[in-house]
């Protein structure tokens, strides 16, 4: 599903992000990438992503080469994969069935499908009572699901969360894992990119650890111990 090999990632003058990062994950894993801030994860997902592209070494999704991937090519790119931000980015004049159903609109999606496929992530995600809610009169807890569920309307195969709890209290992480959790279970590959060493020591899944732009440690069933 994930191929990266010898990836570097340097920024203008001199700024090395990440330097010769390889790793692979394979379809339906869930894999948490931890570290402190500035260790190079969040420069990772930005390449999954090509919100920026490789200096050096190779990026591969579903052995699709993106390492030098045409923007003309990138909206394609983005709707075969869920994103998840820290940064909401909600839109506050819709409801959360619009702000997710906006998702499905801006491909010309065909409005029986919206009513189809709306419904059903919400469910998901637990808000199937909160359709007609905006997000002001939303939790932190209930925006990040919305979000979520915005993220999972084109089906993806791969669902990447970039520090999806950063600003939410315990239950609510709690909460927000146990979704990512069940999005798994669907056989949908989840990549997580945490600082919260609880919510990936709870999990017992692979942890792949990053510090000062490189890999450290790759473990499967692994603790985050930085």
Known sequence: ???????????????VAIKNVSFEVKPGE?????????????TVMKLLIAEELAT???????GWDITRIRSAAVPALRRQI???FQDLKLLPSMTAYENVAFALQVVGAPSQRISEVVPQVLKIVGLEDKTD?????????????VVIARALVH??????????????????????????????SFGTTVVLVTHNREVVN???????AMDHGEIISDQENGKYTL
Do not use: W
């Not at 050096?56 to 579903?62: L, R, S």
């Not at 809610?133 to 699901?145: H, K, N, V």
């Not at 709870?202 to 792949?208: A, F, G």
């Open 155 to 184: 089906r993806p195969k791969l669902f990447l969360a970039d520090e999806p709890t950063g600003n939410l209290d315990t239950l609510n992480t709690r909460e927000i894992i146990d979704i990512l959790t069940k999005i798994n």
């Open 202 to 208: 709870q999990l017992r899944r692979r942890v792949i």
């Open 56 to 62: 050096e070494g190779q990026v591969k999704i579903g």
């Open 1 to 15: 599903m994930i191929n990266l090999h010898n990836v570097t990632k340097t920024y203008p003058p001199n700024t």
């Open 133 to 145: 809610r905006y997000p002001i009169q939303l939790s932190g807890g209930e925006a990040q699901r």
């Open 30 to 42: 869930f894999v948490s990438i931890v570290g402190q801030s500035g260790t190079g994860k969040s």
């Open 82 to 84: 869920g994103v998840v």
